[in-house]
């Protein structure tokens, strides 16, 4: 099924309303597509410390839980500008590179041995269906991990029907379509999987509809459209907490907001994605965050991302943005 979210002040086209079949849905449920308005409120960063820190403080008071989500980006750069974006097509400096199909496996292959079953992002700062490979890439991971969820989040240019359903066959667990005009149309690939939605029914295909020059969170100083906070933003982040985000070079960066990689914990080539996850690099951050502290982390002391990630599911209950 294939599940759009418009922002909340815009009215869906009539095509989409009218539609007879369920195949296409308009949602407003944010467990299926958050507005980036629903994020970074004042009262999320307030309750990311009252109520998330706490739990996080337990977690990991005694033991050193391990990462449950895993983002590898298989390669680098993206075909699209949008102006909050640090590696879009008009401004990312990075060196334009892929991952080994070799060093993919080796990934698969240690996250295999630890028989995880949490989420693996299949993109980072890229656009993932550049990459050729990726509907092998798909089906490696899904052969290693036969229990994770599976994901990839598109800008959408690139997808055709015929493609989505080879990644879905694959193994796909759920595609994401940042579909990014002015925030009220779709573009022209959404409305031609919209046209084969029948045929697309069985998979997770989610839409948010978006605008290209959004002002977001300042992506730790990157963010080329928001300027570095006048004051140190201070308050816990989850994220070193639950994400490892492996880079097409290798190198496992801080968090997803680390685009151009500046504080790199080890590269996967060098050690075992364990050990990186229980290097001192992390320990440091994850010291000064349990503290609500950013102040002298080089990208934290710069990023007002209101540091949510929802914890495992084994603290005994869910825990939401709705929570804060």
Same mark, same amino acid.
């Given at each position: ?9 815009? =009215? ?18 944010? /467990? ?31 033991? !050193? ?11 680098? !750069? &993206?075909?699209?500008?949008? !102006? ?9 400096? =990075?060196?334009?590179?892929?991952? @080994? ?19 693996? /992002? ?12 990726? #509907? ?48 009220? *149309? ?12 029948? =045929? ?9 509809? *978006? ?11 990157? #963010? ?6 006048? =004051?140190?933003?201070?308050?816990? &982040? ?20 680390? #685009? ?32 609500? @502290?950013? #102040?002298?982390? !080089? ?26």
């Amino acid at each position: 099924m294939i599940r759009i979210r418009f922002p909340t002040a815009v =009215r869906p086209p009539a095509e989409l309303q009218d539609r007879p079949d369920d195949s296409v849905e308009i949602t407003h449920d944010t /467990a299926v597509i958050a507005l980036e308005s629903e994020k970074n409120r004042p009262e999320h960063v307030d309750g990311v410390n009252t109520v998330l820190r706490p739990i996080f403080e337990q977690m990991w008071h005694h033991a !050193s839980p391990l990462f449950r989500i895993v983002s590898v980006e298989t390669r680098s !750069s &993206c075909n699209y500008t949008c !102006s909050f974006c640090p590696v879009s097509r008009s401004v990312d400096p =990075r060196e334009a590179g892929e991952m @080994s199909l070799e060093l993919l496996q080796r990934i698969a292959g240690e996250l295999a041995d630890l028989r995880f079953a949490g989420r693996i /992002a299949l993109f980072g700062n890229n656009e993932p269906l550049l990459d050729r490979r990726l #509907a092998d890439i798909v089906r490696m991971f899904r052969s290693s991990c036969p229990k994770a969820d599976l994901r990839i989040l598109t800008n959408g240019v690139l997808a055709t029907p015929d493609l989505v359903g080879e990644l879905f066959e694959a193994g796909l667990s759920t595609l994401t379509v940042n579909n990014y005009t002015d925030g009220r *149309r779709l573009i022209a690939p959404v409305w031609t999987l919209i046209a084969a939605a029948d =045929r697309l029914r069985p998979f997770d295909i989610r839409i948010s509809v *978006r605008s290209r020059t959004e002002t977001l969170t300042t992506r730790a100083g990157l #963010a080329p459209n928001k300027p570095h906070p006048t =004051r140190t933003p201070q308050g816990f &982040c989850a994220l070193p907490f639950t994400d490892l985000h492996i880079s097409y070079t290798g190198d496992v960066n801080l968090c997803c907001f680390d #685009a151009y990689g500046s504080v790199s914990m080890g590269k996967v080539t060098d050690a075992s994605i364990v050990d990186i996850w229980q290097a001192p690099g992390f320990a440091v951050h994850r010291r000064s965050l349990l503290r609500g @502290s950013r #102040a002298g982390l !080089s990208l934290c002391q710069h990023c007002d991302f209101d540091g949510f990630r929802e914890p495992a599911t084994n603290v005994g209950r869910k825990v939401t943005r709705a929570d804060l």
